[in-house]
């Protein structure tokens, strides 16, 4: 995480998404800047975060961690979404775990600026209540798509999230981990690649893989995780 002395380029993210129409009065003196780069993390599972993010470029991937030492993907999130809304409330550490696999900026607002001038804010306590809402059933969502629709369908959308710019798909993690975050095994996760590259959906090159026919990969995907 590195903090970011551009007041141009915060004001125009701004701007564009009128973030400091969220508040009753003007809070851009207490916004900070801050870019994070691929494979960082936002926030860590059970450590403290200090800032309410509103992530306005980039993208992420949150997931959680089980007592049974796997994880479980749950969202990725795009602009614009909000990070520590929960943790603001309730005045606990990180619920979930959040890596960048798009290099992403953030506007932060720190919990102690927040606490002190906006909660008694009721413009602002309505925006927190809207993206604790959206939370709420995006994850609901999301826990049915784990529990209900096929790993081929799952591995789509998780290929369409984090694929690179063109037709590169690099994972970053082993498979053994992508197949964690999706709720499988490494062999069932390994057919269903070896399945798409049969069917010349994808195409396994040295240095990860190409999508060769992103129409059927697209409608396999379905736009599931969001």
Known sequence: MKKINNSELMNTYINKYNINDIFTSDMREYMELFHFKRNEFLCKEDEPIDYLFFFVEGKAKVYISLKNGKSLLICFYYPLMVLGDLELINFTKA?????????AYCIGLSFKKVREKLLNDPKF??????????????????????????LENRLASYIMATREEGNRVVFNETLTEIAELLGTSYRHLLRTINNLINREVLKKDNYGYEIINEEILSSLAVDLYK
């Open 95 to 103: 619920t979930t775990n959040m890596e960048v696999i798009e290099d």
């Open 125 to 150: 306590l309505r925006f927190i209540c809207s993206s604790l809402g959206n939370k709420m059933d995006t994850s609901s969502r999301n826990g049915s798509i784990n529990l209900l629709y096929p």
